[in-house]
């Protein structure tokens, strides 16, 4: 069997090369795997960013390079017999790159030589199967299974939020409150997105749902993706907002929301950006056990915001923050994505192929957008989906034809990523990566 690759390797500090080179044979208890998508993530900025002083990448990263980015789905080529029950070959899957294999912080994308989202092909070992971490799917898109680590966070993030149902007896109940209310604040971005679609088509969902966020246009998008109209036929109140409409009216949010609920207020409010002044409105909108969920990470290690402790006392607000999720939010949002109940396409806003990614990577934090998709058997520039229309005017045959294609398959679905499209671009021979294409052939 094909032991080649064409992989993205970290060497050390912003030295990230594409290369061609073997793997090797793998033994009877790993298994050898293709890779067909990653999404990147900021974390591989800040690993390419830090090299070897990053904690999980290794020490001698120079002399024995790593394959970098973790949010990747594929399909299975060949099993080990250790797990010939377990697994089969042309299966696809998804990995939790969390391994925690015996206290260990090594996690595939940052640390392994042989297993990394941005390449052809990878050797999964053996830890990766004892902690129970490669996933499968059964989806109709690969893109999606690649983008259940981060829709796993936001799975996390709905389970970790907690009430205490009957009063007077110290029970949580955890998840946000069926049939209650529910605020996403700051939420028209790429995670925010995605808490909107679990909120309207998770197990748990509220009867009222409050999207806020201050960029209009971004929150105009979201309405379009979303309509209220739909989320009534399931039994769900979608009200969009822009808070900066209620200081023309000389309205605050605190009275917005107790007039929006009749003075129930929110049981459970989720917060998108660290920005003291969102996280203080989300506490001022929290009703009787109500549960703000500080979801956005701050860079700043001295963020503080102002809570209310005189309602944390006497109307039992509740605060929690979550980081990431774990195994079984990852198979939530697998089984949901599989299912065909939540789809997270809204979450991208560029496609393009594994030599598009090394750059993208390095400059991720001043690219627009969301979520960056990579396909590793691809040859593409990074290409933001809502310009493909003009792509496809800028170049010459074939590359012209191929973004032509791209833009009228998007357009199809609201002008979002797709299967379709997806199908397309895979089977499409004018952009195939070849080992040719690296510049660099390594061993």
């Not at 609201?414 to 004018?430: H, P, R, T, V």
């Amino acid at each position: 069997m094909e032991l080649g690759t064409v992989a993205l390797r970290l060497y050390g500090k912003e030295d990230l090369r594409l290369e061609y080179f073997e793997l090797p044979e793998p033994s009877d208890d790993e298994i050898l795997a293709e890779v067909v998508s990653n999404s990147i993530c900021m974390s591989s900025h800040k690993a390419a960013k830090q090299g070897a002083d990053h904690k999980r990448v290794p020490d001698n990263v120079h002399e024995s390079p790593v394959i970098i980015g973790h949010e990747f789905a594929g399909r299975l080529l060949k099993v080990g017999k250790r797990w010939a029950e377990k697994f089969r070959s042309g299966s696809k899957f998804s990995i939790q790159p969390s391994l925690m294999y015996k206290g260990s912080q090594d996690a595939p994308g940052y640390s392994f030589r042989w297993i990394g989202g941005n390449s052809q092909r990878i050797v999964v070992p053996e830890e990766v199967m004892l902690t129970d971490c490669l996933l499968p799917y059964g989806g109709d898109a690969f893109f999606k299974a690649s983008l259940a680590e981060p829709m796993s966070c936001i799975v996390g993030a709905f389970r970790a939020q907690y009430h205490h149902p009957v009063p007077g007896r110290y029970e949580h109940e955890f998840g946000i409150t069926p049939g209650g209310n529910c605020a996403l604040l700051a939420a028209a971005g790429p995670m925010g997105e995605g808490a909107l679609d679990l909120a309207l088509n998770g197990d748990r969902r509220p009867s009222l749902l409050l999207v806020t966020d201050i960029d209009e246009e971004r929150l105009k998008k979201v309405k379009q993706l979303y309509p209220p109209e739909e989320a009534k036929q399931q039994g769900i109140d979608l009200v969009y907002l822009n808070p900066e409409s209620l200081t023309a009216r000389k309205e605050t949010m605190e009275q917005y929301v107790n007039a929006l609920t009749g003075g129930a207020m929110m049981n459970d409010v989720f917060v998108f950006v660290p920005h003291p002044a969102v996280v203080e409105q989300a506490d001022a909108i929290l009703g009787f056990d109500g549960c703000l969920n500080f979801f956005a990470g701050p860079q700043n290690k001295d963020f503080r915001a102002g809570i209310n402790m005189y309602n944390v006392h006497y109307e039992q607000h509740h605060i929690v923050g979550t980081s990431g999720g774990n195994t079984e939010d990852m198979r939530i949002a697998l089984q949901l994505m599989g299912e065909g109940r939540i789809n997270p396409a809204g979450m991208i806003t560029h496609v393009g192929g594994l030599d598009s990614v090394a750059e993208t990577i390095l400059n991720l934090p001043e690219m627009p957008g969301g979520k960056k998709l990579a396909y590793t058997h691809v040859s593409l520039p990074m290409s933001a989906i809502s310009e493909f229309g003009e792509k496809a005017r800028e170049h010459d045959r074939p590359l012209a034809d191929v973004y032509r294609e791209l833009d009228s398959l998007c357009k199809r679905h609201n002008g979002l990523w797709n299967a379709e499209a997806e199908n397309f671009l895979l089977s499409c021979k004018d952009v195939q990566l070849s080992a040719e294409d690296t510049g660099e052939r390594a061993r």
